[in-house]
């Protein structure tokens, strides 16, 4: 893989961690990488556990690359699920049989902050997370649905202020309003996490892939509501109004290692 580094420290505990310079966006690339590691993860008889984290501190999974090539997305086909490759990572990365865990350190917005959302826990560095959902700000409904799983994280109040807010949330209060597991201190999180998924590596897997399942049964949003919610995406996403947000945005940096893209909620209140 390209993009994504495999290490697996024993049979039971994979880890994953993005490497895509500059700033980690996520393209097709990605996807692709990541339909193939789910798919391994779901035929592999030992693991148990699969870690997601980053090679940059500064930005976990940036967003979207809003400037991938147009037709190489439009040629991407459906997954397995038969929906768009994107929402089938989604969907598939929440139903797989083994713990999903994000180690959150840099920035995870837009289709970021849908794939660890998608991870059954995340964990967050409180000096080096930023999480957020900035389509709003650019004209766009976010088109993984992440409004369906932070309403059940968080709320239908908490969840629309992170939505129509479009504004960038600090590890703190993600922990307070539950977009997170915890805030950990940066220099304890990398342990932290690899102690809690070599315990969770230690059980058996039986029991871990049925107690997230029957968990599934009663706090997944159905499959159907992602679909639409990507419809809604490329709708918006099209509307003049949202061309020149995103023009303007580009033009003050948005996709480099940039002010812009550090501090993108606040950049997108500036984007008109």
Known sequence: MAQIMIEKPSSGLWTATFANPPINLIDPDTIGELQDLLSAL?????????????????????HWDVLADKAKVAAMPPGPTGMHPWIDVLVRLSRAPVASIAEIRGRARGAGSEFVLACDMRFASRERAIL??????????????????????????RGLEVILGADDFSADRAEQYGY????????????????????????????????????NEVTLPPDAVFQHALAAFFESAAHPSTRVRGASLIKRG???????ELRLGHAVAESS
Do not use: C, Y
């Open 42 to 62: 779901e035929i592999d008889a030992d693991v148990k556990v699969v870690v997601f984290r980053s090679a940059d501190p500064d930005f976990f999974l940036a």
């Open 132 to 157: 957020g959902q900035f389509e709003v700000g650019m004209g766009a409904v976010p088109g993984g649905n992440p409004m369906a799983r932070l309403a059940g994280l968080m709320g239908r109040g």
């Open 180 to 215: 997170v597991n915890r805030a950990l201190p940066d220099e304890e999180i990398e342990a932290f996490v690899d102690g809690f998924a070599r315990r969770l590596a230690s059980f058996e897997k039986h029991a871990l892939a049925g107690a997230k399942a029957l968990m």
């Open 254 to 260: 948005l996709q480099t290692r940039s002010d812009t």
